[in-house]
């Protein structure tokens, strides 16, 4: 049975940082490409970062470049979420989400999903 389980949000002061992990199980890891996207209240779900099975490819969303990365440890089957840098404007629900092959920014071609973790970034 796949699992994936978000755990690190939290609520933070503009500027400030967190780290969020997802840590999997049930899957071929280093054939995994890993996805995080975000879903603030009342839009929809999108992606912001996403990592290949080797961790060589990263994609990152326009909002996010430079002040997210998206480290991947094929070791321990887990990738991260570093977010520095945070704005009120990061504040969402986020999820990461599993496939094979290639890191995708399409949310639809995900196989698997946790159950997502809430970051809040006051003022």
């Known amino acids: 049975q796949v699992q994936l389980v978000e755990s690190g949000g939290g609520l933070v002061q503009a500027g400030g940082s967190l780290r969020l992990s997802c840590a999997t199980s049930?899957?071929?890891?280093?054939?995994?490409?890993m996805g995080w996207f975000r879903q603030p209240p009342g839009k929809d779900r999108a992606f912001i970062a996403g990592?290949?099975?080797?961790?060589?490819?990263?994609q990152y969303a326009d909002s996010v470049k430079g002040r997210f990365t998206i480290p991947k440890d094929n070791t321990k089957n887990t990738v991260n979420l570093q977010m520095n840098s945070l704005e009120p404007e990061d504040t969402a629900g986020y999820y990461c989400?599993?496939?094979?092959?290639?890191?995708?920014?399409?949310?639809?071609?995900?196989?698997?999903w946790g159950q997502g973790t809430q970051v809040t970034v006051s003022a």
């Open positions: 990592i290949g099975p080797s961790g060589v490819d990263t």
């Open positions: 989400a599993a496939r094979f092959g290639r890191v995708s920014r399409c949310s639809m071609s995900y196989d698997d």
């Open positions: 049930g899957r071929t890891f280093n054939h995994t490409a």
